[in-house]
């Protein structure tokens, strides 16, 4: 009896699961071909980390301390592992905001409407945003290297190093999109989540190694500093791409940088998918 129940399970679990990813894949090609008809979206998404890129290379390039040398070169090699890792988490605010829109528009409650996984809208979702962050990522690697980034100036690296970094930077972002998804789902209005996605990255991303040596922090803010997500990811993609600036923290995410981003960004992803697919059930009641 316990064999046929058993039997009759496993094909139920395998096929909700199969409902769940094709369902998910459906809602990311609706958001990619969304993302098609409106350009200006990736457009605009390019333009603001190429800004970022220009100006902290060329306006503090001369006056920051890497290393104890202020050659703008160092600051340019050190400078762009921050400003891959703060380009995939500014992605957050796009996430929610896309989807406070959809609500607004009333398309979420169609999708509830349709017989389809619960969380297959979410998810496909912040995979549509996880690909147009690659793009700009890959847009922003190539800037980076006209201006004069070059993997391997501190140390030997090699395409499959460099290809992890850049690996863990979209998991950071992909993590990060979920924090926004639950944002999105929270407030009523798309400039509301467009502020509130914002707001609280500020923080996250200037209390941290990715502009400045942390060691020339306060000893309390270096502590904050060294156990942030952000650190982890950015201190692991200079370790892998061969750049300048490795804190030399004795704290455990900045000591072993590959494991603490893996952990931190899967963790972020685990609780805040959780939250965001429980908010929008709770809504959908």
């Not at 980390?49 to 920051?64: A, D, E, K, N």
């Not at 200037?206 to 060294?226: E, G, I, K, R, Y």
């Amino acid at each position: 009896m316990t064999a046929t129940t058993d039997t009759l399970a496993k094909p139920r679990v395998r096929g909700a699961l199969a409902r769940s990813i094709g369902d998910s894949l459906v809602v990311t090609q609706r958001n990619l071909i969304r993302m098609t008809r409106i350009p200006e979206m990736l457009l605009f998404g390019v333009i603001q980390p190429v800004m970022f890129v220009i100006l902290f290379t060329y306006v503090f390039g001369g006056s920051m301390k890497i290393g104890g040398t202020t050659d703008p070169s160092v600051y340019k090699n050190f400078l762009m592992a921050g400003i891959f890792a703060q380009t995939v988490t500014f992605a957050t605010a796009g996430a929610g905001a896309g989807i406070a829109d959809d609500m607004h528009k009333g398309l979420i409650d169609r999708f509830r409407s349709l017989p389809m996984a619960r969380g297959a809208v979410l998810t496909g979702r912040t995979l549509a945003d996880l690909v147009q962050t690659a793009i700009t990522l890959l847009v922003l690697a190539a800037v980076a290297l006209i201006v004069g980034w070059r993997p391997g100036s501190e140390a030997p690296t090699n395409l499959a190093k460099i290809l992890a970094g850049f690996g863990l930077l979209l998991l950071l972002g992909y993590a990060f999109t979920w924090i926004g998804a639950l944002i999105g789902l929270s407030v009523r209005t798309p400039e509301a989540a467009t502020s509130g996605g914002i707001i609280w990255l500020f923080p996250v991303t200037f209390v941290s190694n990715a502009f400045v040596d942390t060691s020339q922090m306060t000893p309390w803010l270096q502590h904050v500093a060294d156990w942030n997500p952000f650190s982890a990811t950015v201190q692991a993609c200079r370790l892998l791409f061969g750049d300048p600036g490795l804190s030399p923290s004795d704290a455990w995410p900045m000591q072993h940088p590959v494991w603490a981003s893996l952990l931190w960004s899967l963790l972020i992803v685990v609780v805040f998918r959780t939250l965001a697919v429980r908010k929008y059930r709770s809504a959908a009641g």
